[in-house]
């Protein structure tokens, strides 16, 4: 009996070590992959990696006309290097795919095929180029 305890807390114990997740960071990381302009109310987007390697998105708009603040938060599932995340906001109407690691998120298609857009240059880019690479650095 004694050693059928045994072996159960190390079969336990061996369990709970394979499903810890290795994450690039954990915390919260602000991020504009699409660039906006002072003023419109565009969403401030970010992610909250957990501990656990669940990964949240959100998002805080403020209108501009009357100052009432929109949030929302989600949870996109488990990290793992270069998964593609499906990101769905309800109350603004808006999906995208997006993967990152330690220093930057990029805006992807399903397969997760990096996204060059017009609407990812910044203004001083968009001068020199019709369409840039959606990416963002992560903010602390």
Known sequence: ???????????????SFAQEIKVPFTGHRSFDILEGYSGTGTPHY?????KSGDVHFGYVQVNQANGKETKEEIN???YAPNKV???????IEETFFVKFDKEKIYLTDEKGNIQNLEGCCSSRESADKDICKCESDLYK
């Open 46 to 50: 970010y992610l909250d990696v957990k």
């Open 85 to 91: 995340m499906k990101v769905v906001f309800k109350k």
């Open 1 to 15: 009996m004694k050693k059928a305890f045994s072996l159960m807390i190390l079969c336990i114990s061996i369990f």
């Open 76 to 78: 996109a599932g488990k």
